[in-house]
């Protein structure tokens, strides 16, 4: 199981942009190899052990990125040129984010069963912050 936890984080986090509205349990389905109606059950009861903690970080990560990438999207209906520059600006972004979510989780818990969740956390929240920044952006940059 544990390698189905490092598979999953992997595939999360090199995963392309996801297009149109996606559910986080088939996403996570795939990306995972598990059934899901097991991805179902661990969401429907976040505290019921550190893996369910994990996948539904994971989840919120999902829902943070496509919310993300819905704004990008409604910018670039609105102007064409601007998802190129976004979708570059996002990129170098998300690796800065990566490596500071990681680290500091590491820093924080010392290794463990937590650090996962504590970086999907990290990546769900810096998410959210960078799609308010771009939705409330007067311009593309």
Known sequence: MKVAFLALAFALGCSPAMAGTVDPT???????GLPASEVQGMLANCDANQTSLNFCAWR??????????DI???????SPGCKARLDSKIAAWKKRRDASCKKSAEAENGGGSIVPMEIAACQAAETDRM?????????CN
Request: net charge positive; hydrophobic share 40%.
């Open 131 to 139: 799609a308010k920044a771009i939705a409330s952006a007067h311009r």
């Open 72 to 78: 990008v999207e409604d910018r670039a209906a609105k």
């Open 26 to 32: 088939d996403v996570i389905s795939r990306q995972s």
């Open 60 to 69: 919120d990560r999902v829902v943070a990125e496509q919310k993300l990438q």
